[in-house]
């Protein structure tokens, strides 16, 4: 029996050396081609059957299991985000305005790991699908992968992702039973009213004001249309309106997001957002251009897939750094199309503290390159286990 965490150490130089080359050369949705030829000549290497060009810039690997055990995915995601980084690392990104700020760098690596030491030691059986997808930030790459054929070209059984997790400890995970991540859409409404001077807002029909209006009301939807025991987010993130101090504007631009976790209440919310805004413009004389889009839905764990999830956790950390209790959290990730068309399991591993700006998303983030071996570790942990070892 190979001693795994023993073979995970004697590769995490390279492993780090790695994450490292890929931080520095970050590339934004769909456009991933380095780093897609960076994860197709690994795989090649370790023996993997290579597909690219999945949804552009996608790769998947084949590692076929002995006998005929189950097939199971395991996903990743490589884009950067638009973000200038401020890390002052030795590895920062070398390309203006892009980084790596959400560890999608540090999750590329670890699946690039476990594809190594699982080709070297075998599944125990599993045939494993490793699937590096493209665009998760905002631009829903697991949904033109699903649209592209990932489930007809490579069936599989079940799926799991992973993502690196700020405030969780280093060496801890966290595994969820049911909602992981919120469903996540957006809106905006354009009220017409009609402008007038400052001065003699009687002359006018202030959107201003009614925006105001409607801003409140929406806020009331979570407050008094949602059950309290379901969780909902309406959030204003943009008003735009008007050039000058003395003239009351003819339109009023808001824009926003929301989240929830189940149908019942994203039918709800978009529903509400628009009567109200059409019912609160025309009290006051006024016009409303609303609209919708539903961008991700929420991503539900499968209760089986979920427990096998928790078992390679434990095998991978221990049982007392692996959480089942943590709440969900009301972010979106869109590895929830890939959950919509098979069952599994999405985790978080521990990235260590979220102080001074190092959470996702931010300019000074990186991932921890401590939490490597630990996230190789699950990933080897799931594969054997979904092969019967």
């Known amino acids: 029996m190979t001693d795994i965490p023993a073979r995970i150490a004697a590769i995490l130089p390279e492993l780090t050396a790695w994450r490292h080359d890929l931080h520095a050369h970050p590339e934004l949705a769909y456009e991933e081609h380095r780093t897609a030829a960076f994860v197709a000549e ?25 006998g005929n ?54 599944t125990g059986g599993a ?33 799991y992702g992973m ?19 919120a469903a996540f859409d ?11 001077h400052g001065a003699m807002p009687h002359q006018g029909i202030d959107p201003i004001a009614i ?5 409140n009301a929406w806020q009331t939807i979570v407050s008094r249309a949602v ?40 039918d709800l919310i978009e529903a509400q957002m628009a009567t109200r805004a059409d019912l609160i413009c025309r009290a006051f004389g006024a016009t409303c251009r609303f609209s919708y889009t539903r961008r991700y839905p929420a991503t539900l764990n499968t ?37 919509e068309q098979r069952p599994g399991a999405y985790v978080w591993l521990g990235n260590g503290p979220a102080e001074d700006g190092r959470h996702l998303h931010s300019a000074r983030y990186d991932f921890n390159d401590a939490a490597l071996p630990h996230g190789v570790r699950y990933l080897v942990e799931l594969a054997r286990r979904a092969g019967g070892s």
């Open 42 to 66: 690994r795989l090649g290497r370790f023996g993997l059957e290579v597909h690219a060009g999945l949804a552009g810039t996608g790769v998947v690997g084949v590692l076929r299991g002995a």
């Open 69 to 122: 055990g189950p097939t199971i995915g395991l996903r990743c995601d490589m884009d950067a985000l638009p973000i200038a980084e401020a890390t002052a690392l030795p590895y920062a990104s070398t390309q203006a305005g892009r980084m790596h700020a959400c560890g999608h760098d540090g999750h590329t690596t670890m699946l690039l790991g476990a594809a190594r030491i699982l080709a070297e030691t075998g």
């Open 127 to 159: 045939t494993c699908v490793f699937i590096f997808q493209p665009a998760e930030e905002n631009e829903g790459g697991a949904r033109t992968m699903v649209a592209d054929g990932l489930f007809d070209k490579f069936p599989m059984d079940a799926v």
């Open 163 to 181: 993502h690196n997790w700020p405030g969780l400890p280093v060496g801890h995970m966290a595994v969820h039973g049911g909602p992981v991540m």
């Open 186 to 196: 957006t809106f905006e409404a354009i009220v017409e009213g009609k402008g007038s």
């Open 211 to 215: 925006s105001a209006q409607l801003v």
């Open 227 to 266: 059950n309290p025991i379901e969780a909902a987010v309406v959030s204003v993130t943009q008003i735009h309106a008007g050039d000058t101090w003395n003239v009351i504007p003819d339109q009023v631009v808001l824009r926003g997001t929301t989240r929830c976790f189940l149908p019942d209440v994203r």
């Open 303 to 339: 209760p089986a897939e979920a427990e096998t999830a928790k078992a390679a956790a434990v095998a991978a950390v221990g049982t007392a750094a692996v959480a089942t209790d943590l709440a969900p959290s009301m972010g979106a990730e869109d590895f929830a199309f890939m959950l």
